[in-house]
């Protein structure tokens, strides 16, 4: 079956560090790739998403590169605020399926 | 503004007793989805519907069931059979096979 590895977290950065969270994944065929990012409290908001090998998600400063050849989708940002202290999950899904594989998230936290 | 709503915020169960949690959507999506998010996990698959009147099991369905009578709202009814329900509830939606987009959530409490 499907499956997404994420990173181990928690992950805590000073402000204007360069972030990398890591994603794996392992699946059948083209899935597609998915970063949400989740604030205290609330749902989940789509961050970016790909959805085919080597394609460049990008949105608010954060990028992630489909990378069939070693099944990741990293997800990295130059320069981190403080505002960007959430949890962050990977998640994939095939084509014809609605099902939405998550990992377990991340949680970032930003210090000044 | 489209979106989906998810009521109440918070919610209280006592023993043995069903509640139900609401999504409601105005995107005209067909498909709709709840999740259950527990502390320090991944969110998991309770139940999702593709279209009016339809619905299927997901991963960990037992002890809730849903309703899909209309296109825009799908109910989740978390039932006494559910022995464990606190947690973090997350309704979605999507045209079919195209980005989910999330509520923000029910937080169920046992008293």
């Known amino acids: 079956g499907n499956s997404v590895t994420q990173m181990e977290g928690p992950v805590t950065l000073s402000e204007e560090a360069f972030l990398t969270i890591n994603c794996t994944y392992t699946?059948?065929?083209?899935?597609?790739l998915f970063w949400y990012v989740q604030y205290p409290g609330e749902g989940l908001q789509l961050l970016l998403k790909a959805t085919k090998a080597d394609d460049k998600g990008s949105n608010k400063g954060f990028e992630a590169t489909y990378r069939k050849e070693t099944t990741s989708f990293h997800l990295e940002k130059g320069s981190v605020q403080v505002s960007d202290s959430a949890v962050y999950f990977c998640a994939l899904s095939q084509f014809g399926n609605e099902k939405l594989t998550f990992g377990t998230g991340t949680r970032l936290t930003i210090i000044p | 503004d489209g979106g989906i709503t998810q009521s109440p915020k918070y919610l209280f169960r006592k023993e043995g007793q069903n509640v139900t949690l609401s999504c409601e959507q105005n995107?005209?999506?067909?498909?709709m989805y709840w999740y259950r998010q527990d502390p320090g996990q991944g969110l998991r698959l309770i139940y999702y519907s593709q279209i009016v009147n339809d619905f299927q099991k997901g991963d960990i369905a037992e002890g809730y069931s849903v309703s899909r009578e209309k296109k825009e709202s799908f109910p989740l009814t978390v039932t006494s059979a559910q022995k464990n329900p606190t947690a973090f509830y997350l309704c979605?939606?999507?045209?079919?096979?195209?980005?989910?987009?999330f509520g923000p959530g029910t937080r169920l409490l046992v008293l």
């Open positions: 979605a939606s999507s045209t079919r096979g195209e980005t989910q987009y």
């Open positions: 995107l005209n999506h067909d498909a």
């Open positions: 699946a059948t065929g083209y899935p597609s």
